[in-house]
């Protein structure tokens, strides 16, 4: 029985990842004076998506097929070992927030390689900016999970958000306010949303990741598009569980509390779009530059402590 819970966060966690990217646009369509699109819209996509027959050119290989499959597998993964409302996740062990860099470097690698199969220069391109972004995006993610390990002393996921309490907040806030900072910079690099990306355009001067899925259809289209609400999804879930390390004993208490912080941090996404501009292309490295200074004090702070 004691697996029962876990497998229902996973399962939990999977259904509700699509919600996130609906509640960002009903709060950008609110800051524009629109209705905007449903609440279930992705929902509605991915259920069209899977009945439609995939197209595929003539200059592409099985590389191209299977990008979005590995890249989707990789991030369900991924979900397994995040742990909700700080309880133990579906698959835990000793050193899995390694093993979680490399499932997100496996999505990236995945898609990367299929936006190449193609043997476009427009594809192309979107693949080259995004693996320029990954080199500053991943170090400050990594150093963050480690800071975190540190202030723990712990080195799985599970352990890292089952040791935060409210009390590890009174003693080393300035350590963990620092972590959700950057957390939250790499989440919208990592997520393709502004400032650092917009995934409501195509123009080509700044498209990043939606260029590089620009050939994909049918349910090969469906699958980055989840893949896309899981990684959303997971990053959230970490700011979530740092932010708010609520142990009160009610396994439904927390998490119908955790799920509310999901959809606060996606209505602070929505939020951030509709109030900043895009940055240049030139500039976004030092977002991702201030996102792991943010990390690397936190871990010179917490070494100090």
């Not at 697996?3 to 709060?27: D, E, H, S, W, Y």
């Amino acid at each position: 029985m004691e697996i029962v819970k876990p497998l229902l966060q996973f399962l939990a966690a999977a259904l509700l990842a699509p919600l996130l990217p609906g509640v960002i646009n009903r709060v950008k369509a609110f800051f524009a004076g629109r209705k905007g699109r449903p609440l279930l819209q992705l929902y509605y996509d991915l259920a069209k998506l899977l009945r439609k027959t995939p197209v595929y050119s003539r200059t592409t290989t099985w590389v191209f097929r299977a990008g979005p499959l590995l890249g989707a597998a990789a991030l369900v993964t991924a979900l397994a070992l995040l742990p909700f409302a700080g309880r133990p996740s579906f698959l835990s062990f000793d050193g899995d927030f390694i093993f979680l860099l490399y499932l997100l470097g496996l999505a990236r690698f995945a898609t990367v390689l299929a936006a190449l199969d193609t043997g476009s220069a427009f594809e192309g391109m979107g693949a080259s900016r995004e693996m320029q972004f990954a080199v500053f995006a991943e170090p400050a993610f990594f150093m963050g999970l480690a800071s975190l390990a540190r202030v723990t002393g712990q080195t799985s996921l599970a352990g890292m958000f089952g040791a935060l309490t409210g009390g590890t907040w009174s003693t080393a806030a300035p350590v963990l306010a620092l972590l959700t900072a950057s957390f939250f910079l790499v989440l919208l690099a990592e997520n393709s949303r502004v400032p650092a990306d917009d995934p409501d355009t195509h123009l080509e001067l700044t498209m990043i990741h939606e260029v590089m899925v620009l050939d994909h259809s049918g349910p090969d289209l469906a699958y980055i598009l989840y893949g896309a609400a899981l990684k959303l999804w997971l990053f959230a879930a970490l700011i979530g569980s740092t932010v708010l390390p609520r142990h009160s004993g009610s396994w439904a208490g927390d998490s119908a509390l955790f799920l509310l912080m999901m959809f606060g941090l996606a209505a602070a996404v929505g939020v951030v779009e509709s109030v900043i501009a895009r940055l240049r292309l030139t500039k976004v490295p030092y977002m991702l530059i201030t996102a792991f200074a943010f990390s690397a004090l936190a871990l010179i702070f917490q070494m100090g402590r």
